[in-house]
């Protein structure tokens, strides 16, 4: 490894690989510290050095499966979308396909969790606008933010919110409980008469092959993991996750369907984490925290450091408050009772975080409650 304390194209090569597969705990601060930390005084001047390529494939502009031509456009568009989950994570997706043009229905709980996304989706838009038109240009504004509106509604019973022929993808961003998914696509799948829809679910810590277990043998082959990361309107990449059972031709209409978003895509093996774990996040939540409380860097430094040297829109401390420190929490418990045991993940990569679950004891959550490692 460089001792280099600038980002030089060899760093990048490092820091990739670090992100994707952390070091052993032992190693992690002193890595850390190498690829990151020193870097951020002469951060500026050197990621002017980055090759072109290299910078677009890493911030999601370029993609092997992308593609602007007429020529290549997919011959099945989505262009009825259900979002089942009305959450942080399924109002930008649902945000996203409106401004594609697609027809969406977000499928929320009851009347306040509906009434909670639409605002959520909305105050994005407002500052999609603000920064989309200059201030002369007010009625251009207010005309984008209707007309991404007017592809939108919601619905809190299921029967409303899929229609049983148009209906051509579904996306579900529930609570990560498998119990709870299956129960959702068992129903969905008696709902559902056409038999071209796509089942898909935006999780990252369970098994696709787990979930589709409650669906027809023929739906099966209709049924993939679509991972899309927060926050949704910001992050360019897409995972599209195959199980054995998944058909090609469904993975290429989910392919094609992130091109309609103007997403990055990529495809993944079934396997929990994919490709950003957030196991991966909470590790190194974990050990920033323990650096911050150290005094080798504060935790502003270390966000600041994984955006300007990595390219991320979020560092690993800010993503985790807008996520959810709760959510952070259920999903690495959950890992760590189940995925421990079985050797499918190392046990240092979801070890407890001391001041997170203090955090999540004290209802201070993140973004959500106006606090969680930071303040809002």
Avoid at 132 to 158: H, S
Avoid at 198 to 211: E, G, H, P, R, W
Avoid at 284 to 309: F, H, P, Q, W, Y
Avoid at 325 to 339: A, H, N, P, V
Wanted: aromatic content about 6%.
């Amino acid at each position: 490894m460089t001792s280099s304390h600038t980002f030089s194209t060899q760093n990048l090569a490092h820091l990739f690989k670090f992100l994707s597969q952390p070091p052993p705990p032992q190693q992690f601060s002193k890595q850390l510290k190498m690829l990151l930390i020193r870097p951020l005084r002469n951060i500026h001047r050197d990621c002017r050095a980055i090759p072109p390529a290299l910078a677009n494939f890493h911030l999601g502009t370029i993609s092997p499966f992308s593609s602007t031509s007429k020529s290549r456009q997919p011959a099945h568009e989505v262009k009825h979308l259900t979002v089942i989950g009305a959450g942080l994570m399924g109002s930008g997706i649902a945000q996203v396909a409106a401004q594609a043009g697609i027809a969406v229905t977000v499928h929320g709980m009851n009347e306040e969790i509906c009434k909670q996304s639409n605002s959520i989706i909305n105050q994005s838009l407002k500052r999609i606008a603000k920064k989309k038109f200059p201030e002369d240009q007010a009625k251009q504004a207010t005309a984008f933010i209707e007309a991404v509106n007017k592809n939108l509604k919601f619905a809190t019973e299921l029967k409303n919110a899929v229609d049983h022929q148009k209906t051509d993808l579904i996306i579900e961003a529930i609570v990560e409980k498998i119990q709870i998914k299956q129960e959702l696509f068992k129903a969905l799948d008696h709902l559902i008469e056409n038999p071209n829809t796509i089942f898909t679910s935006n999780t990252s810590s369970l098994k696709i092959a787990d979930i589709s277990q409650a669906v027809s043998a023929h739906r099966k082959k209709q049924f993939a993991g679509l991972h899309f990361f927060n926050p949704v309107p910001q992050m360019k990449l897409v995972e599209v996750i195959k199980t054995d059972q998944t058909s090609d031709e469904t993975a290429q209409r989910l392919i094609n369907f992130a091109n309609q978003l103007g997403k990055s895509p990529v495809t993944c093996t079934d396997t929990p984490g994919y490709l950003k774990s957030p196991k991966h996040l909470r590790f190194i939540v974990n050990r920033s925290d323990e650096d911050a409380r150290a005094g080798e860097a504060t935790k502003e430094d270390i966000d600041t450091a994984m955006k300007l040297g990595a390219g991320h829109p979020m560092g690993p401390i800010e993503l985790s408050d807008y996520v959810g420190l709760d959510t952070m929490k259920f999903i690495s418990d959950g890992w760590r009772e189940s995925r421990v045991q079985s050797g499918e993940i190392d046990k240092a990569l979801v070890e407890p975080v001391k001041a997170l679950d203090q955090l999540v004891r004290d209802g201070k959550l993140g973004r959500k409650t106006n606090e969680g490692f930071l303040k809002y």
